[in-house]
């Protein structure tokens, strides 16, 4: 038997051996029953020290590999399943994976790393964290006793109680502490509400266009999407169909148009949901910013037993915490604190923990109104410039709130997106958001990841995407139909 040692690897040698004579008995090469030489021997004939010998040995042995049999040596187990050198998978049989598994979509940025990059929808300025402020709450709590159980799996208490406080206060949604579920973020929330509410079959009426994340959720579920097209007030009620079990909006930003839902549609809403015995998701992913007049509350505020509402601290802070929130009604809370048993724990406790104190201490609410100063102005440098150099051309719609706007265009705003990416803008078709092939024509633009001036050269350059005659340069295109995970 030989072996060649790799003695630059950072594996140990012993454990290099134990592989080597472990595939080797899987193998067959080593038959079951086969005594091995004596470690010392072993050891002269592998080149190896008789301590590496029998470090491996007594690995093997505790494995099961080899067996030891008092005053006569060690040996190779007998009857262990063999495969032999050479069998391919066409000779076994293939496992199989769920019908759930097949549903899921591939991923479209498998390592989260997208451009940051103007007009990237969704993407906060991640250099306005408070990382001071932040690293002093936080340090406070990664060795809190409070934080070193497992807990409760629908969420650190303090910090449920501290959403409950801020979301009555800002976005007027009742119920309290007890309802709310913390969760890894907005597609771990749309996951579970679609897992707690649908079986294989049922009918989801979703806005048209809209966030791809939760028709994946739904059809992961079994579910069947029945699109609904907008109009001026959003979501058209009337086009809902009565057999639905569940009905996604966005209303206070819908994503990607950025149209507001205004209170007769949300009524109207409302009064479908309970003749049509279904639940509303409220995915209300980026209602903190507002820049215009006052804000229409949270729908949940008018009918706490129909709404389940999202929440997220990925637009309001950073993306990579992974934390979001469901408030649910009273009906659903024990069969939603089940499922979080059975599947998570939920985020990490020490986490949760410096999130209740930076929201409970003010400094969240703090960090929303510096943050709404600067997105409201940098709302105004691309509407602006977007009138100044493509104002006959786009019409922008939902700039009042959240973090991007809608460039409508009548033109094929797939091939402006691709020109766009061309010129190195990341402006994604509003078309590709649609299930219906005839859905609206536009570029979906996130203002916030780039101060005014940086938004000025970007709209410089998408202009040219409008003009054939400018060549675009020679850079890598890069395009989005989804919104960033949340």
Avoid at 62 to 83: Q, S
Avoid at 181 to 207: C, F, K, S, Y
Avoid at 280 to 297: N, Q, T
Wanted: with cysteine; net charge neutral.
């Amino acid at each position: 038997m030989s072996f060649f040692p790799d003695r630059d690897s950072p594996v140990a040698l012993h454990r290099q051996l134990a592989t080597h004579l472990r595939d080797a008995i899987l193998h067959g090469e080593l038959a079951g029953g086969t005594r091995l030489h004596a470690s010392r021997a072993l050891a002269q004939q592998l080149g190896v020290s008789r301590n590496t010998v029998t470090q491996a040995v007594d690995q093997l042995v505790a494995e099961g590999y080899l067996e030891t049999r008092t005053g006569a040596g060690t040996y190779v187990a007998a009857g262990l399943p063999l495969r032999p050198r050479g069998a391919t998978v066409a000779d076994e049989a293939p496992p199989r994976l769920s019908m759930r598994a097949r549903r899921y979509p591939p991923l479209d940025d498998p390592d989260g790393s997208g451009p940051p990059a103007l007009f990237r929808p969704g993407v906060p300025d991640l250099t306005l964290f408070p990382d001071a402020v932040w690293r002093r709450v936080a340090n406070r709590w990664l060795d809190a006793p409070a934080t070193r159980g497992y807990g409760d799996p629908c969420g650190y208490r303090p910090l449920r109680e501290a959403l409950a406080t801020h979301l009555r206060q800002t976005r007027g949604v009742t119920l309290g502490a007890d309802n709310v579920v913390v969760v890894e973020g907005t597609r771990a929330a749309l996951a579970l509400i679609a897992d707690m509410t649908l079986d294989p079959g049922d009918v989801v009426a979703v806005e048209d266009p809209g966030y791809a994340a939760l028709r994946d959720a739904v059809v992961a579920a079994g579910g069947t999407l029945a699109p609904v097209p907008l109009d001026d007030d959003g979501f058209d009620v009337a086009r809902a169909p009565r057999a639905a079990q569940l009905a996604y909006v966005t209303p206070s930003h819908q994503y990607p148009t950025g149209v507001v839902m205004d209170l007769r549609r949300r009524l109207d809403l409302l009064a479908w949901a309970r003749s049509a015995g279904a639940y509303v998701i409220e995915d209300d992913y980026d209602a903190e910013f507002r820049y215009d007049g006052a804000p229409l509350p949270a729908l949940q505020g008018l009918d706490d037993a129909r709404v389940l509402y999202v929440g997220t601290f990925s637009k309001t802070l950073v993306p990579g915490l992974r934390v979001a929130w469901i408030v649910v009604p009273d009906a659903l809370v024990d069969a939603f604190a089940a499922a979080r048993a059975t599947v998570s724990g939920g985020p990490a406790y020490p986490l949760q923990a410096a999130l209740a104190a930076f929201v409970a201490d003010g400094h969240f609410a703090l960090h929303v109104r510096r943050a709404s100063a600067h997105y409201r102005d940098r709302r105004d440098a691309l509407v602006g410039a977007l009138e100044r150099r493509l104002g006959g051309v786009v019409r922008v719609q939902g700039a009042a709130t959240g973090l991007h706007v809608a460039a409508r265009v009548e033109a094929d705003d797939v091939a402006l997106a691709e020109t766009a990416a061309a010129h190195g803008v990341v402006a994604p078709a509003l078309s590709r958001y649609a299930l219906d092939l005839h859905g609206p024509a536009g570029l979906v633009l996130g203002f916030a990841a780039g101060g005014p001036a940086a938004i000025a050269r970007a709209v410089e350059r998408l202009a040219h995407a409008f003009e054939p005659r400018h060549p675009p340069p020679s850079v890598n295109r890069t395009s989005t139909e989804r919104r960033p995970g949340a």
